[in-house]
């Protein structure tokens, strides 16, 4: 038996994407998203609300990084979500976090997120069924050390990203490894 939601999209888990941005005088911001995915091997989708600081911020410096929130920040993430730059004038500064100026693109590197993806703006699609997304290219992305394994690939518990649960707007964290991908499903070929 299958309830019907209604026209819901109903994709879980959802990240929990942290977009840094100066404005056009070079000050920092950073919002909380996670209606944003890849949609190829180094570009990604962010859906943003046009009126956003963050999306004027794009526009203008056609630059952004792209981190991961940790458990450690959930405190600072989920008010990077509810506050934002075009009101408080002091958003990101509340936080106490740093912001360092990433080598490659224009846009703010925040030290204390483990994961960052420096990205420069491909494209802004916009059309009247309300659709609204930035596609930026990643041409770098930094790691922590202390994340990273031995053959330098990233370690999903070492990484301990938020999760977001769009169901009941509740962050969760990784659980176990269950099968790898490309081979979970060999037995039916
Ligand atoms: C968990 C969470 C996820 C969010 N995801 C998005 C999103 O994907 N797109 C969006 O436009 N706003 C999203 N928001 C809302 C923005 O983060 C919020 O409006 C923020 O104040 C915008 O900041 P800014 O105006 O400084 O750019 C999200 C908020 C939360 C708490």
């Avoid at 802004?124 to 992305?141: A, I």
């Avoid at 990273?148 to 070492?158: Q, S």
Wanted: proline letters at 4%.
């Amino acid at each position: 038996m299958k309830q019907n939601l209604g026209p819901k999209a109903a994709i879980f888990p959802m990240p929990v994407l942290m977009i840094g941005t100066y404005d056009e005088n070079g000050k920092v911001d950073v919002m909380n998203a996670a209606w944003g995915m890849e949609c190829g091997s180094n570009m990604l989708a962010l859906c943003l609300t046009s009126t956003h600081k963050t999306s004027k911020n794009l526009r203008a410096n056609k630059a952004c990084t792209v981190a991961l929130a940790d458990l450690p920040h959930m405190k600072e993430a989920d008010f990077f979500g509810i506050a934002s730059g075009n009101t408080m004038e002091d958003k990101f500064e509340r936080t106490g976090l740093t912001a360092v100026k990433s080598e490659r693109v224009n846009a703010p590197v925040i030290e204390e997120f483990p994961l960052t993806m420096e990205c420069e703006l491909v494209s802004e699609v916009n059309d009247e069924s309300g659709l609204h997304v930035f596609v930026v290219r990643v041409v770098n992305t930094l790691a922590e050390d202390r994340i990273l394994k031995e053959d330098g690939k990233v370690c999903p518990h070492r990484l301990n990203a938020l999760i977001f649960n769009e169901f009941r707007a509740k962050y969760f964290v990784l659980g176990e490894k269950v099968g790898d991908a490309w081979g979970a499903g060999k037995e039916l070929l």
